[in-house]
């Protein structure tokens, strides 16, 4: 069975400094890897996904993510944190199956940023 | 509408009561997707509609839970017989079509059992 394991419950950085959200999956073939953000009483929105060719995919928001297979990661970056990305992050990963998407979800970072 | 709509935003029933949870997606999508959230978890699959078919509904916790979507837009969750344990957010989702479609997703309704 597929899963994600995303480390860190919470993550605080300063506005302007890099940022790093580590994810880890569990799958049996190549994966569908997803990053999405979800602010208070907010829905779930897409920031960036991964499905095959350039491991290094770019994002909505100026994120970007790496897929690297030989440590079945998929971590989140950004170079320079605005106060709005305070928000909850989650990594999931899909079947990729024709029956559609059904993702499996970590627990999500949440990510608080200072001024 | 502009994004995938739910309501109620809030629900609060009495244990054993049923509740009704709504859903309209995005015009034209043909996708709809259940997706259960616990307070401080990630969002769990309950259940997959393709137009009016249900064609996965593996995540769905017991028989008390039950969603349709019969002409192929709008869908409702019901849930018979309210347990606190089914205290949670309801998130609803859906796409175009097929694998790795971009998801969109409604706030969700937050439902409390008390």
């Known amino acids: 069975a597929q899963s994600v394991t995303q480390p860190d419950i919470h993550i605080t950085v300063s506005e302007g400094a890099s940022l790093e959200l580590r994810c880890n999956y569990s799958?049996?073939?190549?994966?569908?890897l997803f990053w999405y953000v979800q602010s208070p009483g907010q829905g779930l929105q897409l920031l960036l996904k991964y499905f095959s060719g350039d491991t290094l995919v770019q994002g909505i928001k100026g994120f970007e993510a790496e897929f690297k297979r030989s440590q079945s990661s998929f971590n989140l970056r950004k170079p320079s944190v605005h106060w709005s990305d305070a928000a909850e992050y989650f990594c999931a990963v899909g079947d990729g199956k024709s029956s559609g998407d059904k993702l499996t979800f970590g627990t999500g970072t949440r990510l608080a940023v200072r001024p | 509408g502009a994004g995938v709509s739910q309501s109620p935003r809030y629900k609060v029933a009495k244990r054993g009561q049923d509740v009704a949870l709504r859903c309209d997606p995005i015009?034209?999508?043909?996708?709809l997707f259940w997706y259960q959230q616990a307070l401080g978890q990630g969002p769990e699959f309950l259940t997959y509609f393709q137009n009016e078919a249900q064609l996965d509904k593996s995540g769905l916790p017991s028989d008390r839970f039950f969603a349709e979507r019969p002409e192929g837009s709008v869908s409702t969750l019901k849930i018979q017989r309210t347990q606190q344990e089914d205290s949670a957010v309801y998130l609803c989702?859906?796409?175009?079509?097929?694998?790795?479609?971009?998801?969109?997703f409604g706030s969700g309704t937050q439902l409390s059992v008390l």
């Open positions: 799958y049996g073939a190549t994966p569908y």
């Open positions: 015009s034209g999508h043909v996708s």
């Open positions: 989702a859906s796409s175009l079509a097929g694998p790795g479609g971009k998801l969109f």
